[in-house]
C-alpha cells in the first residue's frame, strides 16, 4: 500500500514542471524575483528554441536569467528589460511575438486558414446537397419494385 502511495506521489510530481533556475541566480526580495520569474517564462531560449529561459538548463538561457536579475535591480520595468533583450537577440526571442506588421501574417494565418476551410466546406455541402445519385429506376425496375412491394 505504501508503495502504491509512493509512486502515486511520485507521477503527481513529476506532472509539475521543472524550471531551471539555479539556487545561486535567486534574487532575494521575492517580488523582484517573481517578476524576474515572468519576465523569464516570457523569453526563448535561443539554444533550445522551444523553451523558456525559465525552463532551460543552456548556458546562454543561464546568462539571459542573470542579465534580466540584473536589469531589474537596476530599477529597469519589465517593459524595458523586454526591450533590451529584444534589442540584443531580435523578436524571435519572444516566445509570443508582438502583433506588428511584420507578425501581422503570423497572427493572422490561423484566422485566414479557418474561414477558408469553413467556407470550402459550405461550398462542398451546397454543392452536395439535395443533388440525387445514381440513376433513376427504369419502367421495368419501378413495376418489378411494385410486384416486391405487393408480394409483401
Given amino acids: 500500500m ?14 509539475f514542471p521543472a524550471f531551471a ?10 517580488a523582484l524575483e517573481a ?34 536579475r540584473e536589469r531589474l535591480k537596476d530599477g529597469d520595468s519589465d517593459e524595458a ?4 533583450v529584444v534589442s540584443r537577440y531580435g523578436e524571435f526571442v519572444l516566445l509570443n511575438p508582438r502583433l506588428r506588421g511584420e507578425t501581422l501574417l503570423l497572427w493572422g494565418a490561423p484566422i485566414v486558414l479557418f474561414l477558408a476551410g469553413a467556407a470550402a466546406m459550405v461550398l462542398f455541402v451546397r454543392k ?25
Fill in 2 to 15: 505504501m508503495r502504491r502511495l509512493l509512486l502515486a506521489a511520485a507521477f503527481l510530481f513529476a506532472a
Fill in 35 to 68: 517578476r524576474a520569474r515572468a519576465l523569464s517564462s516570457q523569453l526563448r531560449c535561443m539554444v533550445c528554441q522551444n523553451q523558456s529561459i525559465d525552463d532551460s538548463n543552456a548556458e546562454l538561457a543561464r546568462d539571459l536569467r542573470l542579465l534580466v
Fill in 81 to 84: 528589460v523586454i526591450n533590451y
Fill in 21 to 30: 533556475v539555479n539556487p545561486d541566480e535567486v534574487l532575494a526580495d521575492p
Fill in 128 to 152: 452536395r446537397g439535395g443533388k440525387p445519385t445514381g440513376t433513376p429506376l427504369s419502367e421495368a425496375e419501378k413495376a418489378e419494385l411494385e410486384r416486391a412491394l405487393k408480394r409483401d
